[in-house]
């Protein structure tokens, strides 16, 4: 499986710039780190990862507000690692919730949130066979975005308008128009990459390649080419033939257009079944890969 989301969108070891280590305490949580961390900074090599953040903070009906990103280079220490970060997690007191949790042969991948008192932090721990990736980020305030200033003097009332004249009898009172449904526009085309993040045997062929969207409504996965269609109401996309083939596999995709300024569009994998009982269990998180 590809973990394009992590391993190259990082750029391990890639760019000395995208670097600044090593990194002995977190500047997010103030925890200490386990011996090798790599704080990566490089805004475009973080870009992928970021969006995934920000769709783990819009689940929690929240926005990133400060994010890190850690990169460990030597794999034998993926056990030290969590069991640190556990301890810490508990030297503070925080809650932890695992939000979604994915382990397979090639690569482990958790999801979670830390509640404590005064904070939250949405974050991702990834540990393949080159490198162990830690991101997180701090969580707005509840309601600091939605909620609205009073006004230091309350503004006086308005007049009463008068009554408009009530309809006699014989005059019938002319239907509301129905409200029009609320569209959303078709997925951006171009090349998602996806990570893997529901578990459970019967998802062992879950998507294992990057996906492309293509004009005319065509779309590609492993080299293979089908088409799909899509609908602004439900901003479902049910698979015509193809790698993803809805018919055969019971998967649909659902398109989340971005939620704030810079925050990247999300295509999500989801069977077909849990989307028509209201089920919100995502098989795969879907990007725009970087350009």
């Known amino acids: 499986m590809k973990h394009v989301v992590f391993s190259s969108l990082l750029l391990l070891g890639g760019s000395v710039l995208a670097q600044q280590g090593p990194a002995p305490t977190s500047t997010l949580t103030r925890m200490p780190l386990t011996p090798g961390a790599v704080r990566v900074t490089d805004s475009a090599a973080t870009k992928a990862f970021g969006g995934l953040l920000g ?15 850690l990169v460990w280079d030597d794999t034998d220490l993926a056990e030290t690692i969590s069991s640190d970060l556990t301890a810490q997690i508990k030297k503070r007191g925080m ?22 008192p005064a904070n939250r932090y ?45 309809p006699s009898a014989s005059t019938p009172s002319a239907p509301k128009p129905a409200a029009p449904a609320a569209l959303t526009p078709a997925p951006p085309l171009g090349r998602y990459t996806c990570l893997r993040m529901a578990t459970g045997s019967a998802l062992g062929n879950t998507v294992a390649d990057d996906i492309t969207l293509l004009p005319g409504g065509r779309y590609t996965i492993a080299g293979v080419t089908g088409t799909y269609t899509y609908d602004p109401k439900t901003r479902l996309l049910t698979w015509n033939g193809g790698g993803l083939s809805s018919s055969k596999t019971g998967w649909v995709g659902m398109y989340d257009r971005p939620q704030s300024a810079g925050a990247p569009p999300v295509l999500r994998i989801r069977n077909r079944s849990d989307v028509q009982a209201g089920n919100m269990r995502d098989l795969q998180w879907c990007n725009p890969a970087p350009r």
Do not use: N
């Open 95 to 116: 809650t932890l919730t695992t939000l979604a949790e994915d382990e397979d042969d090639e690569s482990y991948a958790l999801s979670f949130l830390l509640t404590e």
């Open 55 to 69: 769709t783990l903070a819009q689940g929690q009906k929240s926005r990133c507000t400060t994010s890190e990103y």
């Open 122 to 166: 949405a974050g991702v721990l990834y540990g393949d066979a080159e490198s162990v990736v830690l991101g997180w980020c701090q969580l707005a305030a509840q309601g600091a975005a939605t909620a609205a200033p009073k006004p230091a003097v309350a503004a006086p009332k308005p007049a009463a308008a008068p009554s408009p004249p009530k």
